[in-house]
């Protein structure tokens, strides 16, 4: 800040610097398109007011706290109204110029060493004023990322909660959001914790929260929606109607879950090409019940005897029972699936002419390869 003669001296001249400053201010302000009146007009006026009184007033050692929260403030308006983070630092350095300029132009009550000392302190003060104004614009924007973030997370947890909102619910969280409401939408879920970057690379008005531990992301449908997720693995729940968004959440998440425990590929995956395998794996218990129950014939062979037996009841299952494609399924000969068929008959019996045994074995099968 300035040394104490300077101070005394430029007090002098406040009313007429301020004037000065914030005629300056202002053109600039209409330069860049802003309001003189109303929030903007009045802060500004406010911070100019303040930066100069605090400016003539100081010694080396003046408390800025007061000043620096007024430009906090400044920074956060700034976001508010939409403005770049610069603009306002431009503003700054327009008013900084006008006050050289003027004392330059009134050098009288000022000595040359300390006109000199004058210009190192003022171009000091702007900057550590610019700083402030960044701090706040950057609070304003981690306040408001957090804001949006909690109003995406209402609407996507209304949407696939297990009772389906009101309408009004449901239209004042899409407005809340700036959202508008699809026909039909699917759920994708994927590994990370990244929601608002992965709503950005899959697109198409997608939204995007974190919900235990991975991003659930809405995306309206039809869409291209596992489109920037390579590189992880991601789960694309089918496109159902918007009311039914909690279904294709729930089938993308349990996709997710399996992709995890080996039990789908890694990488992107749509659910409705495992449907099977999810209906197999999505009650935890109920598929290894069923193997218990319809494999039981196998399980008094040993191991090496069970499995080409499994396997060639699988193929045979496959092929609709025709012997020459299990084989080719297979790569052995026909007669060796015929001799193991001949073997399987004698296990289960009748049961591999019944549709529902058959059924039930080919879903027991895959659901515990090699038995």
Same mark, same amino acid.
């Given at each position: 800040m300035l040394t104490h003669p300077s101070a005394d001296q430029l007090r002098a001249l406040r009313p007429q610097l301020q004037a000065r400053v914030l005629a300056v201010v202002r053109e600039a302000m209409r330069g860049q398109g802003r309001s003189l009146t109303g929030g903007q007009g009045r802060g @500004? %006026? @406010?911070g100019?007011? %303040?930066?100069?009184d605090t400016f003539v007033s100081g010694a080396q050692d003046t408390d800025l706290t007061a000043t620096r929260a007024v430009f906090r403030e400044l920074?956060?308006?700034?976001?508010?109204?939409?403005?770049?983070?610069? /603009?306002?630092? $431009?503003? +700054? %350095?327009v008013g900084a110029q006008a006050i050289w300029a003027f004392l330059v132009e009134h050098p009288g009550p000022l000595a040359p060493g300390d006109l000199y000392g004058t210009a190192a302190a003022l171009f000091g003060?702007? *900057?550590? +004023? /610019? !700083?402030?104004? /960044?701090?706040?614009?950057? #609070?304003?924007?981690? #306040?408001?990322a957090h804001d949006w973030a909690m109003v995406r997370r209402r609407l996507i947890t209304l949407l696939v909660q297990p009772?389906?909102?009101? *309408? =009004?619910?449901?239209?004042? /969280?899409?407005e809340a959001a700036r959202w508008t409401l699809p026909e039909t939408v699917c759920v994708v879920s994927a590994d990370g914790t990244d929601a608002e970057h992965l709503a950005r690379a899959v697109g198409g008005n997608a939204i995007a929260t974190v919900i *235990? !531990?991975?991003?659930?992301?809405?995306?309206?449908?039809? $869409?291209t929606s596992d489109r920037g997720l390579a590189?992880?693995?991601?789960?694309?729940?089918?496109?159902?109607?918007?009311?039914?968004?909690?279904? $294709?959440?729930r089938i993308s998440r349990r996709a997710l879950d399996l992709q995890h425990a080996g039990g789908l590929p890694d990488g992107v995956v749509s659910c409705d090409d495992h449907l099977v395998r999810l209906l197999l794996s999505w009650e935890p218990g109920v598929s290894d019940r069923l193997a218990d129950r319809v494999l039981g014939p196998l399980d008094a062979l040993t191991p090496a005897a069970r499995r080409p037996l499994a396997d060639t009841l699988l193929a045979w299952l496959r092929s609709q029972g025709q012997v020459i494609p299990a084989a080719q399924a297979l790569h052995t000969h026909p007669q060796t699936v015929r001799y193991r068929l001949r073997k399987?008959? *004698?296990?289960?019996?009748?049961?591999?002419?019944?549709? #529902?045994?058959? +059924? =039930?074995?080919? +879903?027991a099968l895959m659901s515990r390869p090699g038995a």
């Open positions: @500004l %006026t @406010l100019v007011e %303040t930066a100069v920074g956060r308006t700034e976001f508010r109204e939409g403005h770049r983070v610069d /603009a306002l630092r $431009s503003i +700054l %350095t003060y702007v *900057d550590a +004023l /610019a !700083g402030a104004a /960044a701090e706040g614009y950057l #609070d304003e924007q981690r #306040d408001a009772d389906p909102p009101a *309408d =009004a619910a449901l239209h004042a /969280a899409a *235990d !531990g991975a991003v659930r992301i809405v995306v309206p449908g039809p $869409s590189g992880r693995r991601a789960a694309v729940g089918p496109v159902v109607p918007l009311r039914g968004a909690r279904m $294709s959440y399987l008959r *004698d296990l289960f019996g009748a049961r591999l002419d019944d549709p #529902d045994e058959r +059924l =039930a074995l080919h +879903l």
